[in-house]
Every structure is written in structure tokens, then in C-alpha cells.
């Protein structure tokens, strides 16, 4: 079952993208009060302007956005914010674009999938449990013991796909 941010792609009229935001940012919120850890200031405004669009981005992308908010912002104070949003699991780091992306599903550990357009830069986060089923036979299989797991798939999204075909038809 597809999770709402799946079920939507943020090029689609339906996609409330404000909503997106929003639910992200009080699930942020919700789980750091449970987990007793604190979503500084920093944090929740790296984290918004993670979740500004479905695209990963840089690190000194977000620096350079964060500066007319956080005018003493360094490198090293996004880079802290994006270790600790990571391991919150309220992020993922796209590592073929060494870049981060929201997390859809931040309420519970899981591994990821993510779909990413090479012509409009969105990522989509797929859970893909018969995939992630099958991937974690083959490693047991293999008797190869993981520390993290996430595959990256590049490609054209559907939305763009769309496009193109009916900009050559």
C-alpha cells in the first residue's frame, strides 16, 4: 500500500503540497517530543526547507537558504542539523546526489527506495516490501551483514514521461 506522499506526486493538481509540509513538519515534531531529543530552531527550519519541494538537495544549498534566516549559519551548523534529522529518520540522504530528501514515512524504521526523475530532480520515497523482502533473502543468503540499505533508482517520472510524449506527439 502506497503511503499519501507516494500515492501523489507532487506534479499532480491533487497534491496539496502545504499539507505535505505541514504533516511533515508536526510528525517531526510529535517524534522528537517522544523521543525526548529537541527540534532546535536550526533543525525545523533545515528541515522545512528540505520539505520546500519533492527534490533532494544540497547541503550548501540549504546554507545559502538558511543565511537571511540564520545569519551566523555554517557549514558546520547545517551539517550537525542533517546528522541529527537523519538519524531521527525524518531525512534521507540521496547518496548518488549527495543530497537529502523528507522522509514520507518517518513514524517507523524502514528501508528505503527511492525514484528519482533525471529531468525534474523530484524524488519519490516507495516502500516496496516485496522488493525489500526479496533484497534482504539474497544478503542473508550471502551471510553479508548491512549497516544501512537503500536503493536509488534514476529514470524518468511518470508526470515527465507524460510531457514528453505529448510535446513530440
Request: charged share 20%; aromatic share 4%; with cysteine.
Amino acid at each position: 500500500m502506497n503511503t499519501p506522499a507516494e500515492a501523489s506526486h507532487s506534479h499532480s493538481s491533487e497534491h496539496d503540497h502545504k499539507k505535505c509540509v505541514s504533516e511533515a513538519l508536526g510528525t517531526a515534531e510529535r517524534l522528537c517530543v517522544v523521543r525526548g531529543v529537541q527540534l532546535t530552531p536550526i533543525r525545523h527550519q533545515v528541515l522545512e526547507l528540505i520539505w520546500d519541494s519533492h527534490k533532494a538537495v544540497k547541503a550548501y544549498e540549504l546554507l545559502d537558504r538558511i543565511k537571511p534566516l540564520q545569519n551566523a549559519a555554517k557549514p558546520a551548523t547545517i551539517y550537525r542539523a542533517l546528522d541529527f534529522l537523519i538519524e531521527q529518520g525524518l531525512i534521507h540522504r540521496v547518496e548518488s546526489l549527495n543530497a537529502f530528501v523528507g522522509c514520507s514515512c518517518s513514524g517507523h524504521q524502514h528501508e528505503q527506495l527511492l525514484l528519482i526523475c533525471n529531468n525534474c530532480q523530484e524524488v519519490e520515497e516507495r516502500s516496496a516490501p516485496d522488493v525489500m523482502q526479496a533484497l534482504s533473502q539474497e544478503i542473508k543468503q550471502a551471510d553479508f551483514i548491512v549497516h544501512s540499505k537503500a536503493i536509488e533508482i534514476h529514470g524518468i517520472c511518470a508526470t515527465c514521461a507524460q510531457t514528453m510524449s505529448s510535446e513530440q506527439a
